[in-house]
């Protein structure tokens, strides 16, 4: 018990101190307290010129002079229950105004006065800005169960911190996050995200996890550790970016000098006729392209090392929409074989036109055997790929089809085989009003193989699945039912067929209640062998009264394999209630959003095959929840 | 006392089914889940890379309690076969996936739309996805993700 009154000690004494931190540094944004008179409306730093002003007195209901730049407007103000407003009837000019409040009945503090900051630009003399968009989250939970035992006592903190400075069009941000989690005797603490940004107009300079902006070739979206510079002009871009290819936690620099990614990025817009506007852009990666480990990667790829550049070219001409690049890479394979280097080249092409309401497609990629995207984990090599697709719409209904025709080991090796994989796909929507939306599809394919390596049997894959989709809704709800089957007929491998089925549905009642259940069901044949899986989830989020929810999770999981391979039923539950006690704790800290809590967890396992394995776990959690928004602006 | 769970879910959907529904509006239909991409084809399904993230890119994130949050897993694997995996948060199953992979060297596992991730409890939880067939000797990674004890408010998700 020792042990919990410490926590307790030490849970009351953060509660506290984050309180009155977030009280004092969210007090600008407060309705402003003078005595008993408060102004409501504008907050200070949210003042624009259309705005009027609200003053609450509380229980006083007169008389009240209000003075705006020393002059009496009383006259014009409406009194609505404690609340007076008063409408200028032209905006407030831009600069400082001082509002005045003279409650002349009033027992005490009869004056109240502000000076409001209208308009978007700082007053002269107030042209830089320091603030804070932090926030801080606290949880303590006293645990109950048999599976806790002496681990009886658990808290997690977040802070989330986001400060910054600015001044004219420079501005300079940091934001990071640090997590902590205490389920005695065990102690985590988990420091992640990491930003520090110095912006001046459209350029800036970045620090921590920065995102890069490659093309489809070379990297998508890029998001590592690392620096990050970015020049932007009226019709040209450049970033910049040394970075960790792998993705980092904790507070690593990530500027250590192996794992590296280096590159650059150039956008160029040409005004085009039409105001078709052709973009340029060219992006050049230099690094390590597959970690062995990372804190989300698992993977037994040897680290390989290389460079890739692309250039990319897109806008519409003569009606026709065009993207096009070009790329080449050369990497070693495996750093610590030394395989040496090879070099290969990546090129697509995509066309888009309308002609007469049905839009056409057209798509063309080849990517080398050899060529390899720096930190694209989704990146496709080896293969030729043409497409066509069109679709087009005839009152509710839509209907599209695709072609397309694939092929794989481009450069003959005949270690490997030569495989063609062609499929067409057909898909039919029906969207009318009051009735449900309808979508079929269709897809067949066929993976074949036209050479093998000697001795190797044929590829010869027939793979057809159909797809049924039904949505329906209405106020307050809505319902998805997916229906699938799918055959594949594989003389090497074996023949397989799944039928998958799943139903979700949302139900809100008067923002009081939301149900949220999905149900799925599987059932594959493969090779023989045959395998039921049925799960199914039921979220809710219940406002019970105003100071009380209920939210809670339910899900259910059996799974059946053929031949005693498993067998097994599983249930969860977590159900957690939650008593709203920030009203109550307003009037001390009001910046706070506080509750008590009281969880329950429970993990029913039961398997049909090996009692052993079965379990019956259940939890029962007390606690406290605090978040605190850590927010406010100075003006000097 | 035993429930009987299909009474359950016939009461559920009875639930769902019986109430008002005017007006009456589409929604889209649910979006393909699995994808693929070229490669290799012959041989049993082995895995060779297993990447997990948010869609921030990275293992970790935090979201306001009642957000919403979703996840990814890029798999590489040569040969073709079934595939069945579970998402786990907190070592409970939120989803079940299986397909036939038949050709290409890249499988992209989106989690479901329906699925909602247990994200009403404040702190700290795990992520993760029980790849259980075939059968690999690779650790799969664990993503974190860390909720905070604040409402959000409808259509705002916060994701760092």
Known sequence: ?636 | MKINQWAVWILILGVVGGTGCSPLAPIPVQSETVHFSGGSTTGPLTIRRVELRFSNGQAETIVPRNGKLSTQAIIQFNGNGLFRASWLVDDRVVEAVSTTVTFGNTLTVDMAPPTRLPIFEPGQHRLTLRIEQPVSSLTIPTLIFMVTADENSEGKTQIK
């Not at chain 1, 307790?8 to 005595?35: A, C, K, W």
């Not at chain 1, 102004?39 to 003075?67: C, F, H, K, R």
């Not at chain 1, 107030?126 to 968009?133: G, H, I, P, V």
């Not at chain 1, 997590?179 to 520090?196: A, D, H, K, Q, R």
């Open chain 1, 1 to 636: 018990m020792n042990k919990f009154f410490q926590f307790l000690s030490v849970f009351v004494v953060l509660f506290i101190l984050v309180l009155r931190v977030s009280s004092v540094l969210g007090s600008t944004e407060l309705p402003l307290m003078n005595g008993d008179i408060r102004l409501i409306e504008p907050l200070p730093m949210q003042t624009q010129a259309e705005s009027s002003i609200v003053i609450d007195t509380g229980n006083y209901t007169g008389p009240l002079i209000i003075l705006v730049d020393g002059v009496d407007v009383s006259a014009m103000v409406k009194h609505e229950g404690a609340q007076w407003r008063y409408q200028p009837s032209d905006p407030f000019a831009a600069g400082k105004h001082h509002l005045e409040v003279l409650a002349t009945g009033m027992a005490s503090s009869a004056r109240a006065d502000w000076v409001l900051s209208v308009g978007e630009e700082l007053l002269e003399g107030e042209k830089e800005t320091l603030y804070s968009k932090s926030s801080f989250s606290l949880t303590g939970n006293q645990v109950f169960g048999k599976k806790t035992q002496d681990q009886d006592i658990a808290a997690n903190g977040n802070l989330a911190l986001n400060v910054g400075a600015k001044s004219g069009e420079t501005e300079v941000s940091f934001e990071s996050n640090m997590g902590y989690s205490n389920t005695s005797p065990t102690n985590e603490l988990t420091p992640f995200g990491l930003l520090f940004q110095v912006k001046h107009d459209k350029n800036r300079l970045a620090f921590g996890d920065v995102v890069f902006s490659g093309t489809p070739l070379t990297a998508l979206p890029l998001s590592r550790r690392g620096v990050s510079a970015e020049m932007q002009g009226e019709n040209a871009g450049l970033q910049v970016i040394q970075a960790s290819s792998r993705t980092v936690t904790g507070w690593n620099s990530g500027l250590s000098s192996e794992n590296q990614i280096r590159g650059a990025g150039v956008t160029y817009h040409l005004a085009g006729q039409n105001d078709q506007p052709l973009r340029i852009a060219a992006v050049a990666l230099d690094g390590e392209i597959l970690s062995d480990s990372s804190p989300n990667v698992a993977s037994i790829a040897a680290p390989s090392r290389g460079s890739v550049g692309g250039v990319l070219g897109s806008g519409r001409y003569a009606g026709i929409g065009y993207n096009a690049e070009i790329a080449a890479s050369a990497n070693n394979p495996n750093t610590l074989s030394n395989e040496g280097t090879r070099r290969d080249l990546a090129g697509r092409l995509q066309l888009d036109k309308t002609v007469g309401g049905v839009n056409l497609r057209a798509n063309y990629q080849r990517t080398g055997a050899r060529f390899a995207s720096i930190a694209n984990s989704g990146a496709t090599y080896d293969r030729e790929q043409y497409a066509l697709s069109g679709g087009a719409g005839f009152g509710t209904s839509f209907l599209s089809a695709s072609l397309s025709r694939s092929r794989d080991n481009l450069d003959n090796d005949p270690a490997r085989p030569v495989v063609y994989n062609n499929n067409t796909g057909l898909t039919y929507s029906l969207i009318q009003q009051n009735w449900p939306a309808l979508s079929l599809s269709y897809l067949y394919g066929r993976v074949k193989s036209q050479s093998e390596p000697a001795g190797d049997p044929e590829t010869d894959i027939l793979n057809q699945s159909g797809t049924a989709a039904l949505s329906y809704g209405g106020e307050g709800w809505s319902s998805n039912l997916v229906l699938s089957d799918s055959w594949i007929a594989d003389p090497l491998n074996g023949d397989a067929n799944t039928r998958n089925a799943a139903l979700s549905g949302s139900l809100k009642w008067l923002d009081k209640l939301s149900l949220e259940p999905t149900f799925s069901y599987s059932n594959i044949d493969y090779n023989g062998m045959f395998q039921k899986t049925t799960a199914g989830t039921l979220t809710l989020n219940w406002h019970i009264i105003a100071p009380l929810s209920l939210a809670g999770q339910m899900t259910w999981t059996k799974n059946d394999i053929s031949d005693n391979l498993a067998d097994n039923v599983e249930r969860t539950a977590i159900l957690r209630m939650v008593w709203d006690i920030s009203p109550r704790l307003k009037s001390l800290f009001p910046r706070q959003h506080s509750g008590l809590t009281l969880s329950y967890s429970g993990d029913h396992y039961a398997d049909h095959l090996d009692s052993s394995q079965n379990r019956w776990d259940q939890t029962v959690m007390l606690g406290i929840q605090v978040f605190s928004p850590l927010e406010g602006e100075v003006h000097f």
